[in-house]
């Protein structure tokens, strides 16, 4: 009798031995089986392309590539080797194109707005697949018979111009960066003097400046900044012509800004 107990009990205890492992051979396939890696947060204008060899690839709004991964949710630094529109060329249009009278959001003269990339893109002749016959880039020309700027306001540069170009050979894309915003800095001659360049002097040059402010001496900046004009163009104040104009354009970025307010408040030298 005692032997037929023993076999019963271990006839048991192999069977369970049996289920327990079942189990937990189980209870492993099926964790891993519905594991779940996170959901990456993907950056905002994110597109993602599967390639017929299966690489996923992420492409932002910068020219930027990430192949398998996800891009991360860093800043991106501005590369010396790309057009920045945004950043470099819109601003070349507005001062130098984008003037009243001309190709700005009330004449849009020819039905050409050099205001946005949208409008720039759609309005401004752009050739991707002939970036030299753009006419963006041959109304620029000094030799051009309708010359953008016209006469009797100065030509851009051949730097300018190439700017341009290499925008449109790089596909005419909205590219963004993250340039790095030192104002620690706000010399005249380093800092201010290439801000105004960029940004103003192409209405407030030299050549016919519009409403006969002219910045591209100390002198002329000076004046305007003691009557108070120089810095509510800036901010876009009441009763004073905004620059960039017209009323309603984005105005400059927030470092330049400051840059020139701390200029201003130390006296606007000409250092």
Known sequence: M?????LFTNFIMRLLSKRLLLLLVLGTFLYFACKREPVPVLPEKTQIVITPDGDTIYITNTDTVYINN??????????????????????????NCASPNCHDN??????????????????????????????????????????????PRAALTTAQRALILKWIQQGA?????????DTTQYSYTAVIKPILALRCNGCHGASAPS????????????????SGKFWGSIVHANGIKPMPYPQGSAQIPDCDKIKIK??????APEN
């Open 2 to 6: 005692p032997i037929i107990i023993k």
């Open 70 to 95: 996800p891009p991360p949710l860093t800043s991106h630094p501005c590369s010396p080797d790309t057009v920045y529109f945004e950043q470099q060329l819109l601003p070349l249009l507005q001062s």
């Open 106 to 151: 009330i004449t849009h003269e020819e039905g050409v707005w050099l205001t946005s990339y949208e409008f720039t893109l759609t309005t401004g002749g752009v050739r991707l697949t002939s970036p030299t016959q753009s006419k963006l880039y041959t109304s620029t020309s000094p030799n051009a018979s309708e010359r953008m700027p016209p006469p």
């Open 173 to 181: 894309q909205d590219l963004h960066c993250d340039g790095e915003c």
């Open 211 to 226: 409403g006969n402010i002219s910045y591209a001496t100390y002198a002329g900046v000076k004046a305007n900044v003691d």
């Open 262 to 267: 701390k200029w201003i408040d130390a006296g």
